[in-house]
T-cell receptor, first 112, second 119 residues
Framework: GQQVMQIPQYQHVQEGEDFTTYCNSS?????IQWYKQRPGGHPVFLIQ?????EVKKQKRLTFQFGEAKKNSSLHITATQTTDVGTYFC????????????FGTGTRLKVLA | EAQVTQNPRYLITVTGKKLTVTCSQN?????MSWYRQDPGLGLRQIYY???????DKGDVPEGYKVSRKEKRNFPLILESPSPNQTSLYFC??????????????????FGPGTRLTVL
């Protein structure tokens, strides 16, 4: 079945370093969403990308959607301790259903 | 306040004892889902609902049931819980299904989670 993998699974960075997580789907996605889950919390929506090659920025976060709409990335510039959490990409499945699939997530720890 | 509520937040039960986890949203959202979260596996969709009386299986529906008799409520039922259903469960809702490219209308709002332990 369709899978969405994220790498790395874990990442530890020093505060101020950059961080990138990559999301790869086995099939084309019509759109992709990114969520952040703080430790002990619930996922919170960050952004949605729709167009091939789309790039969106939110302050220190940059999101990209691949040209083939099968991969995406989230880059954080100059990480802060508030960036700690698990980042998930997610997208709708094709195939005549309205299922929704999440990636495996990347857990980010920021060392002060 | 716009929100998704779940109850209970924590539950310890024994194998075979039927239980229901409630989910309610006050945003008039059409699309609702249940997910389970397990370490290393991300969130996996159990069931989803497009609207009242319209429900369908997600990726891991075995052992679960749902109903959508009212737009705001989407309870998750475990008729005979087993230890492999020990997990963290999230209910989520969005105004529009995420498949329809409707910008912020696709945003899924999550409940606080229910941590279930089946002994």
């Amino acid at each position: 079945g369709q899978q969405v993998m994220q790498i790395p699974q874990y990442q530890h960075v020093q505060e101020g370093e950059d961080f990138t997580t990559y999301c790869n789907s086995s099939t084309t996605l019509s759109n992709i969403q990114w969520y952040k889950q703080r430790p002990g919390g619930h996922p919170v929506f960050l952004i949605q990308l729709v167009k091939s090659g789309e790039v969106k920025k939110q302050k220190r976060l940059t999101f990209q959607f691949g040209e083939a709409k099968k991969n995406s990335s989230l880059h954080i510039t100059a990480t802060q301790t508030t960036d700690v959490g698990t980042y998930f990409c997610a997208g709708p499945l094709y195939s005549g259903t309205y299922k929704y699939i999440f990636g495996t997530g990347t857990r980010l720890k920021v060392l002060a | 306040e716009a929100q998704v509520t779940q109850n209970p937040r924590y539950l310890i039960t024994v194998t075979g004892k039927k239980l229901t986890v409630t989910c309610s949203q006050n945003m008039n959202h059409e699309y609702m889902s249940w997910y389970r979260q397990d370490p290393g596996l991300g969130l996996r969709q159990i069931y989803y609902s497009m609207n009242v009386e319209v429900t369908d299986k997600g990726d891991v529906p075995e052992g679960y049931k749902v109903s959508r008799k009212e737009k705001r409520n989407f309870p998750l039922i475990l008729e005979s819980p087993s230890p492999n259903q020990t997990s963290l469960y999230f209910c989520a809702s969005s105004l529009s299904p995420p498949h329809f490219d409707r910008g912020r209308y696709n945003e899924q709002f999550f409940g606080p989670g229910t941590r279930l332990t089946v002994l």
